[in-house]
Nanobody, 116 residues
Framework: QVQLVESGGGLVQAGGSLRLSCVNS????????MGWSRQTPGKERESIAV???????DYAESVKGRFTISMDVAKNTVYLQMNSLKPEDTAVYYC??????????WGQGTQVTVSS
């Protein structure tokens, strides 16, 4: 069973950097893809970065060129390196895993706050 745990959130000044980590402490027979989404109060959850093993990455326009998603298969971990952070990046960030049956799993979320 998949269990996702995010870490690395916090408070940072505009222009700063943070790296989020998401560990899958459970097991899955196959990973279709993993990704990061974020959500602010009153808004829908927004997918911002996706990595598909063997195929590549994709980013929302709002983070393209600033955020980088990567995966360490041996550590069952996906990362989100966030640079040049802006106050509008403030949100709860969620890790997502889609398995080979296209079932989606979510972590509990980690808060990122960017001060101006």
């Amino acid at each position: 069973q998949v269990q996702l745990v995010e870490s690395g959130g916090g408070l940072v000044q505009a222009g700063g950097s943070l790296r989020l980590s998401c560990v899958n402490s459970g097991t899955t027979s196959m990973i279709n893809r993993m990704g990061w989404s974020r959500q602010t109060p009153g808004k829908e959850r927004e997918s911002i970065a996706v990595i598909t093993p063997g195929r590549g990455t994709d980013y929302a326009e709002s983070v393209k060129g600033r955020f980088t998603i990567s995966m360490d298969v041996a550590k069952n971990t996906v990362y989100l390196q966030m640079n040049s952070l802006k106050p509008e990046d403030t949100a709860v960030y969620y890790c997502n895993l889609r398995d080979g049956d296209w079932k989606n799993y979510w972590g509990q979320g980690t808060q990122v706050t960017v001060s101006s």
